[in-house]
């Protein structure tokens, strides 16, 4: 079985969030760049299928030479080799056309992504991506099972879980839940001097279309004062006549 992991090169949540050019863009100065954690649940099940069932797992991205040491990091917890789109990923619709490609020349069985990424949490690419390629879909996954080309998926939905039978090529939009967060691996020093020799592959983009633009950014409203209540008498009071929720 031959396994892509696509992922995201995100900001850190503690980092400090920051514009420029009149807010038309994001400030990347001292900001500490990751894998997405939706993507990191699926490369660790990648990993799992790798170790118990012999896969091939490769990992790939959209973005400049800014987002190897986030590559790199993927190739040390084991992933066996990476390919960099050389494009700026300001579209969904543009990613998800890049990653086909790659999935196409790569002729994957599994194609494994985050449901959404943490930065702008469009939760498009997987879907998109599976639309392009016309391979079956499973969103939100949260357990992937696979014997041969059946496939066995939980996946969540409001109010419950929901139990599916598929067969590959899957493409997985991928959660926390798809492992414990206690399995998450962490690259050692071999896994470190490994991903050194391993292939990361920088191919240029196809011409695709940017269906969106960002205009411009907005940082949430400063959080406003607060009043202490002393009494229920007065809480009611105030959130019937001030903040008018009762």
């Known amino acids: 079985m031959k396994v892509l992991v696509c992922i995201s090169n995100v900001p850190d949540t503690t980092s400090k969030i920051n514009f420029t050019d ?3 863009k ?13 993507d990191e649940f699926g490369l660790t099940r990648a990993m799992w299928f790798k170790e118990q ?9 959209v973005g400049d030479a800014s987002v190897e040491p986030t590559m790199r990091k993927a190739l040390a917890i084991g992933a066996d080799e990476a390919i960099r789109v050389n494009a700026t990923p300001t579209d969904g619709f543009f990613v998800a056309q890049q990653l086909a490609e790659v ?4 002729g994957y069985d599994l194609v494994i992504g985050g449901r959404e990424s943490i930065d702008y949490n469009g939760g498009m690419v997987p879907g998109i991506l599976a639309s392009l390629l016309d391979m079956n879909f499973v969103n939100t996954c949260i357990k992937l099972d696979i014997d041969g080309d059946n496939v066995t998926a939980i996946r969540e939905i409001d109010g419950g879980k929901e139990t599916l039978s598929t067969s590959l090529p899957l493409v997985v939009g991928g959660q926390k ?5 206690s399995d998450l691996k962490i690259p050692n020093m071999r896994g470190i001097m490994m991903a050194r020799q391993k292939k990361l592959n920088v191919v240029e983009p196809i011409d695709g279309i940017k269906a969106t633009q960002d205009v411009k950014f907005d940082k949430p409203a400063p959080k406003g004062e607060i009043k202490l209540a002393e009494t ?13 929720v009762i």
Request: aromatic share 4%; charged share 20%.
């Open 232 to 244: 229920v008498d007065e809480l009611v009071n105030l959130l019937h006549n001030e903040a008018k």
């Open 26 to 38: 994001f400030d990347t100065n001292g900001v500490q760049f990751v894998i997405n954690p939706n």
């Open 22 to 24: 009149g807010d038309t």
């Open 103 to 106: 999935v196409k020349n790569g």
């Open 177 to 181: 839940g798809l492992v414990e967060e």
């Open 53 to 61: 069932q012999g896969a091939t797992v490769h990992v790939s991205t």
